[in-house]
């Protein structure tokens, strides 16, 4: 069964975090596929964009359609990031992974 | 800087506080102060009225900076005669960073005397599309970007300009700039939170974080702390030329 899904009307015209989409993707039922329409849809952040990737290339069948100039632009960033080499050597501090909340405040406590 | 606060001593320390705030889901840590509750406030997009929302036309902005250090002139002991000539600049330059890149209409600045660590406290926020959004929007240093927030601030801390502009105009000024100035030059302490990336400047400390996916601002919050009494070496000219 194919479902279009308006995103303006789900989640309004700013996808702001990873978790909005983490949700989108909860809601999809396996063996569905799906249409984003994703019509103004003006803002997006990195990582939101980065978990429409997730989501788009993984086992669910889903699509995205009427992407905005600004989103389309974020979304071939994070695709491009995706298969750069990870090396970090454009800025001058070197830049420290943290999986935790504690892990954040450990480091920031540090010298 | 900033020593003798029973609970707050630095920058590190209140971001620590906001970490720890924004884990326990709670709206006000025990030991909270005014400058930490600003910060957990706009991250949760709550704006509270000590914080002054500003549209980005011209404006509104001057009237915005006006109200604020109108309102340091009435805390600080001395006025704010000293560091009136930094914190215009600090203000001025961040403001219009926003203007050009954030792709927003509104922004949020804040502001507090701390008279305990005799210190200025400021905030500088927007709810638009973060630095890495900035960059992707104008499509400048994709190939350095990555897939990180942490990149962009790294790049954007290194001076790498958003703006199309020939290479020898290029200086990315807003942030590099004011970080040299604030921590350099008047001994203070320098932070952004982008994304899901945080970066922090002082005399001794100089690190960028990934920070856990739980924690996302969608949008771009700069902090700063500076000391109300400007350093007898200070010369903004070092900064601003």
Redesign the interface.
């Known amino acids: 069964m194919k479902h279009i899904i308006k995103i303006k009307e789900q989640f309004g015209t700013?996808l702001?975090?990873?978790?909005m989409i983490e949700q989108l993707g909860a809601s999809l039922n396996n063996g569905d596929s799906y249409l984003l329409d994703m019509s103004g849809v003006m803002?997006?952040?990195?990582?939101?964009a980065?978990e429409l990737y997730n989501l788009t290339h993984g086992s669910q069948r889903v699509d995205m359609i009427n992407i905005e100039p600004?989103v389309e632009?974020?979304l071939s960033?994070?695709t491009?990031?995706?298969f750069?080499p990870?090396t970090?050597?454009?800025?001058?501090?070197?830049?420290?992974?943290?999986?935790?909340?504690e892990?954040?405040?450990a480091?920031?406590?540090a010298? | 800087m900033a020593t003798g606060h029973p609970h707050i001593e630095s920058l590190?320390s209140v971001?620590?506080s906001f970490?720890?705030a924004?884990?326990t889901g709670k709206k006000q840590e025990p030991d909270s102060t005014p400058f930490l509750n600003a910060i957990v406030n706009i991250y949760n997009r709550t704006i509270s009225e000590n914080i002054i929302q500003f549209a980005l036309d011209n404006g509104a902005t001057s009237e915005a900076i006006n109200e604020l250090k109108k309102n340091l002139g009435t805390s600080i002991p001395d006025g704010i005669k000293t560091i009136n000539n930094p914190l215009t600049y600090l203000l001025d330059e961040l403001i219009c960073n926003i203007q050009q890149h954030a792709?927003t209409d509104t922004g949020y600045i804040y502001s507090n005397y701390n008279e305990i660590t005799d210190s200025v406290e400021i905030i500088i926020a927007d709810l638009?599309?973060?630095i890495?959004?900035s960059?992707?929007?104008a499509?400048k240093?994709?190939?350095?970007?990555?897939?990180?927030?942490?990149?962009?601030?790294?790049?954007a801390?290194?001076g790498?300009s958003i703006k199309n502009l020939p290479d020898a105009e290029n200086r990315g000024y807003g942030i590099s700039s004011n970080i040299k100035m604030v921590v350099e030059g008047l001994h203070g302490e320098f932070a952004i939170l982008s994304?899901?990336a945080?970066?922090?400047h002082s005399a001794?400390?100089?690190?960028?974080?990934?920070?856990?996916?739980?924690?996302?601002f969608?949008g771009t919050m700069v902090m700063v702390i500076i000391p109300a009494t400007l350093p007898t070496d200070f010369n903004i000219y070092n900064y601003t030329s």
């Open positions: 700013e702001h975090t990873r978790q803002q997006i952040s990195r990582s939101a980065d600004f632009k974020m960033a994070v491009l990031g995706r750069m990870r970090h050597t454009s800025g001058d501090i070197p830049i420290i992974q943290c999986q935790t909340i892990s954040v405040i480091q920031l406590q010298n | 590190e971001l620590s970490f720890s924004i884990t792709c638009g599309i973060s890495y959004g960059y992707v929007a499509q240093h994709l190939d350095k970007l990555g897939n990180s927030d942490a990149e962009a601030l790294n790049l801390q290194n790498y994304g899901n945080l970066m922090i001794n400390k100089k690190k960028i974080f990934t920070l856990p996916s739980e924690v996302d969608k």
